[in-house]
């Protein structure tokens, strides 16, 4: 636990779904309805520094976390990501994982996935 992370400081976050090694939060800034972070409990970087256990932890309740959204949302698809690194727009360094809910017309044009997601979103 580091003493000036958000992740391992948030008292008032309240926790969707979780397992031994790892919790899943609403985003706080969503790009879209029901968008979720998936954070180890452990404080730690990158998706390199996890541990098998935990990778293996993330894995189970990214599926758990899918099922959980189909259930409420119904979204169309997924995408899934992680930003390693200041240059790729990681601005808390506490490995999260996004899982962005997608829905048929949330953007003009979906190829490429993410790429230019904000400048193109028309639903949310």
């Known amino acids: 636990m580091a003493k000036d992370c958000v992740f391992c400081n948030y008292p008032s976050r309240k926790i969707i779904l979780e ?8 985003d706080r800034y969503p790009v879209n309805q029901g968008h979720m972070l998936l954070i180890p409990q452990r404080h730690f970087p990158d998706v390199f520094s996890a541990t ?7 894995n189970s309740l990214t ?7 189909q259930g409420k949302y119904n979204p169309d ?13 990681q601005t808390i360094f506490h490995l999260h994982i996004h899982i ?13 996935g993410i790429r230019n997601f ?7």
């Open 19 to 26: 397992n031994k090694l790892a919790f899943a939060i609403y």
């Open 52 to 58: 098998d256990e935990e990778v293996l932890a993330l």
């Open 63 to 69: 599926r758990e976390v899918r099922d959980y959204l």
């Open 77 to 89: 698809g997924f995408n899934i990501g992680i930003n390693l690194g200041k240059v790729a727009g």
């Open 100 to 112: 962005i809910p997608r829905y048929l017309g949330d953007v003009k044009n979906p190829r490429g």
């Open 118 to 124: 904000k400048e193109n979103i028309v639903r949310y």
